[in-house]
């Protein structure tokens, strides 16, 4: 059983296209919160349509007008669907639409995000997709862990996790965000992979071994080259080796533009990562 999470947050990606969407963050995130005795506020995050040309006709704002109401009504119906799976799960749960222009709609989920424990995401491939730009910004404003997950998975589990380890004060962050879960498995692999960046500075994982296993962290640490420069593939090698339940990474480390531009490590598991990302920032 995880100890310390209390209040999980699951955000349901509510715009057009995503009617009938199966969300593997709500199931995912009932079932933490069904395995941690946790509250469950579920969120849809719907976009609304705004009209910004002044001299707009009066049949344009009255179609953008309809749209938002019938996104409203898709977005009232999937959080209705969400709370009968939260009372058949035994989870307490809590239920609102946030409907907002995307930037208010961004700020509105970061202040929620502040006051839980946890975020659970869906993961969003698609690099300049609404979705992929509010989940950055609930990374770098909530001040709280993310979990994304991917398609496919259902149901919480972290008997092993992976921590990817840079010395890094953001891997720093996220192991500590992840205490609760890594306490929790049963067996944790710290990996460190030179080749990406320049580690020579850089506190080893050798060195945080020690803190957690004071912490009751059962761990071993192991160092690996990036294969052919690919720091990402080897995570994702490494995954799959491990038979990892989720991995820990520390979120961006350069500006959000030079990532956009030149991927990086962050960019590939957001894209590509198999089993639930933990991502602090």
Aim: glycine letters at 8%.
């Amino acid at each position: 059983m995880v100890q310390d999470i209390k209040s999980v947050l699951i955000g349901l990606s509510c715009e057009e296209g995503d009617e009938g969407k199966p969300s593997h963050a709500l199931r995912y995130g009932l079932s933490l919160a069904r395995q941690s005795s946790a509250h469950a506020s579920i969120y849809a995050l719907t976009p609304e349509m705004m009209v910004t040309h002044a001299f707009v006709s009066n049949v344009a704002a009255g179609l953008v007008a309809t749209e938002n109401k019938r996104l409203h009504e898709v977005s009232k119906a999937a959080l209705e669907q969400a709370r009968q799976d939260a009372m058949a799960a035994g989870v307490p749960c809590s239920v609102e639409v946030l409907q907002r222009p995307y930037q208010r709609l961004a700020d509105a989920l970061a202040s929620r995000i502040r006051v839980h424990d946890v975020t659970v995401l869906d993961a969003e491939q698609e690099l300049l997709s609404l979705g992929r730009g509010i989940l950055e910004e609930a990374l770098f404003n909530g001040g709280r862990p993310l979990l994304i997950v991917p398609p496919g998975t259902d149901t919480f589990r972290a008997d092993k996790i992976l921590v990817a380890w840079d010395g890094s004060a953001k891997a720093t962050r996220a192991v500590h965000d992840a205490l609760p879960f890594l306490k929790a498995a049963g067996q944790v692999e710290i990996i460190s992979i030179s080749g990406e960046k320049d580690l020579s500075t850089s506190l080893p994982g050798a060195d945080l071994a020690p803190h957690l296993i004071r912490h009751g962290v059962n761990c071993t640490v192991k160092e690996l080259p990036a294969q052919d420069g690919d720091a990402g593939g080897t995570l994702r090698s490494q995954i799959g080796l491990f038979r990892a339940d989720m991995l820990v990474m520390g979120g961006f480390v350069h500006s959000r533009w030079r990532q956009l531009v030149l991927g990086g490590v962050t960019q590939t598991m957001l894209k590509s990562c198999p089993v639930p990302l933990l991502l602090s920032y």
